[in-house]
């Protein structure tokens, strides 16, 4: 028993977040700390919902006009400088590279933060004529921030895992459409493979990318009440053709610029998944990015046990053509054991095969994510299982898409405002005047911020003044605490 002790999830997800969101990961095999601060090592069980995340998004790249490339992970310090023209306070905190060897390096090199500064020569050089756009390229690979922050797997670490997507188009009009399918697809990928229903709008003046015409954002709600932002899409405008000189000519020959957009999403993803639906029994993860999506487990004595696990390895070969299927007939632990080791691991569905089953020529299933069991046919099996995992998806999005609802509040003056989230979390929108200022009022005393605004800029605001300092109202703004 004390085995089973040691599996199982202690803390508390209401009570006690952090450390919970913490044992989650470790116990259920998705990360291990790495030595250094601020590292982690993925294991094989989270490197597997990562690649199937991946898998995902890819495929709609390059049904979308997307080519994969990979550039170097160093950039040299002159490219990083050539950037600092247009991107005046990104400064991110840079880790350098200053020997090879036992040779000092003439140029330092940066492990790239981005890698703006290393694609963006390159395609100044492949775009040559109207006929070479739009260039659209991605790389997946990982950036390295060396900010000095506590380690949250998949939330804060020092290197972590992305893509970053940079395009190239003729017009700003076609720029604009291309931040906006890969908002789009983020946005596809959070609500139908992850079951996290987003909020998709612009950052602030403030709070854009440097450089950028204007920041895409999609947000996530965490149960926490915190916001995360869950994927980037910018509209770079031509600031960084300008710098690295992507121009082409046109039909006419008259030489025009380039306008440049560049997209991204991490791990971090990872994190709003986990964080979003798990709970105090370990991992719940939706259907489409389960490792194993299936786990079946025959439950026997020393007299059926012939039969029962030979029924079950029937059923879990009817299943495996068309799902990822395990069948858990280990002799040395017990299905209470086992049962508690795949709701800590997320198995989506458990199918229980006793002597009752084998002789009615059934099977139960049971959801993982309340525990809600049901007796299917075996005759049937293949689609009852398919139902039984579009339910659990079902039911994941239903309750992220209640926990968003219930949250989104109208306040309207600094002391409303400031209550509404610290009482309750969650977004609380509110007529804004567009001055930064009337951010750091909030943002001072309690560490909300202006997540997103509006995607279409015309939108008329939620008040007519703003809700901070009674000047007129140009936006919507939405505060909240975020990661
Ligand atoms: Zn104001």
């Not at 775009?127 to 690979?141: A, M, T």
């Not at 797997?153 to 291309?178: C, I, N």
């Not at 017990?334 to 095969?353: A, D, M, S, T, V």
Request: hydrophobic share 35%.
């Amino acid at each position: 028993m004390s085995g089973e002790q040691e599996l199982g999830i202690t803390e508390s997800k209401e009570h006690s977040p952090g450390e919970w969101y913490a044992e989650v990961v470790r116990k259920a095999g998705l990360a291990d700390y790495a030595p250094m601060g601020g590292f982690i090592v993925t294991r094989p069980r989270g490197y597997a919902l990562w690649e199937r995340l991946q898998d995902h998004l890819d495929g709609w790249f390059k049904e979308t006009g997307v080519d994969n490339a990979y550039f170097p992970l160093f950039i040299p310090e002159s490219y990083l400088e050539r950037e600092k023209d247009i991107v005046e306070g990104f400064d991110p905190e840079v880790a350098w590279v200053t020997h090879g060897g036992h040779d000092e390096l003439e140029e330092r090199l940066a492990v790239r933060p981005t890698s703006e500064s290393i694609i963006a020569p390159f395609m100044a050089e492949w775009v040559r004529s109207y006929r070479d756009l739009p260039l659209r390229l991605n790389q997946w690979c990982s950036v390295v921030r060396w900010e000095a922050t506590e380690t949250k797997p998949f939330f804060r670490t020092k290197e972590f895992l992305w893509q970053e997507g940079h395009t190239a188009h003729a017009t700003s009009e076609d720029a604009w459409e291309e931040t906006m399918t890969r908002l789009g697809q983020y946005e596809r990928l959070y609500e139908e493979v992850m079951a996290i229903p987003g909020m998709t709008g612009r950052k602030p003046e403030h709070d854009k990318f440097p450089g950028a015409h204007t920041t895409t954002t999609i947000e996530a709600l965490m149960p926490d009440g915190k916001s995360v932002q869950a994927g980037t899409s910018h509209h770079l405008g031509t600031s960084f053709a300008e710098a690295f000189d992507i121009t082409y000519t046109d039909e006419d020959e008259d030489e025009r610029i380039a306008h440049t957009t560049s997209w991204g999403l991490s791990w971090r993803a990872l994190g709003a998944l986990i964080m979003t639906h798990s709970d105090d029994q370990g991992l719940v993860i939706p259907p489409a990015l389960a490792p194993t999506q299936v786990v079946v487990v025959p439950i026997w004595q020393a007299d059926t046990e012939d039969e029962v696990k030979e029924y079950a390895a029937g059923l879990a070969a009817d299943l495996d053509e068309q799902f990822r299927v395990e069948l858990d007939d280990r002799d040395e632990r017990n299905p209470g054991f086992k049962f508690n080791e795949h709701e800590l691991n997320g198995i989506p569905l458990r199918i229980e095969i006793g002597p009752n089953e084998v002789e009615d020529g059934e099977a139960t299933l049971v959801h993982r994510p309340d525990g809600e069991s049901e007796v299917a046919d075996a005759d049937s099996i293949v689609e009852s299982v398919e139902e039984a995992l579009e339910t659990v998806y079902a039911k994941l999005y239903a309750a992220a898409e209640e926990n968003l609802e219930e949250n989104i509040r109208e306040a309207h003056g600094r002391g409303e405002i400031l209550g509404t989230i610290g009482q309750h979390g969650g977004y609380v929108k509110t007529g804004w005047c567009g001055d930064e200022e009337c951010e750091t009022a909030i943002k001072d005393e309690i560490a909300a911020e202006i997540v997103m605004l509006p995607l279409d800029e015309d939108e008329e605001p939620v008040h007519d003044t703003c809700g901070i300092c009674e000047e007129e109202a140009v936006e919507t703004a939405y505060f909240a605490k975020s990661y």
